[in-house]
Nanobody, 118 residues
C-alpha cells in the first residue's frame, strides 16, 4: 500500500481555521476512495469525511458545513479545510484509502495533531 503522510495540524483558537494535507507518493486518489478520520484522547477513531474516486464527498454531521474535503490529483494530495473550529474538533487526524465498502483499508500513518483552544 502506498503510504500517506498527513500534515498541517497545529494549535488554533476557537473559530479559527486549518487546512490539513494528505500526500501520497503516487497518483492514487483518482482511482481510490479516501477518508479523513480523527481520534480524540480516550475516544475511538471516528470518520470525518469520505471522498469517492469520482469525487463525491460525504461528511459526518459533526463537521458538515464547517469542513471541506478537496483533492488535487496533479499533486497526489487531498485536503481537509477546517473552519469555525471548536474544542471538540481537537484530535489526531488521519487519512486512509477506503475499500469498496468505504471502510478504512490498510495501515494508518502518524496523523497530524489538531488542538483547538478555548
Amino acid at each position: 500500500q502506498v503510504p500517506l503522510v498527513e500534515s498541517g495540524g497545529g494549535l488554533v483558537q476557537v473559530g479559527g481555521s486549518l487546512r490539513l494535507s494528505c500526500a501520497a507518493s503516487e497518483s492514487i486518489f483518482s482511482t481510490n476512495a479516501v477518508g479523513w478520520y480523527r481520534q480524540a484522547p480516550g475516544k475511538q477513531r471516528e470518520l470525518v469525511a469520505t471522498m469517492t474516486e469520482g469525487g463525491s464527498v460525504t461528511y459526518s454531521d459533526s463537521v458538515k458545513g464547517r469542513f471541506t474535503f478537496s483533492r488535487d490529483n496533479s499533486k497526489s494530495t487531498v485536503y481537509l479545510q477546517m473552519n469555525s473550529l471548536k474544542p471538540e474538533d481537537t484530535a489526531v487526524y488521519y487519512c486512509t484509502i477506503l475499500d469498496a465498502d468505504m471502510e478504512a483499508f490498510g495501515s494508518w500513518g502518524q496523523g497530524t495533531q489538531v488542538t483547538v483552544s478555548s
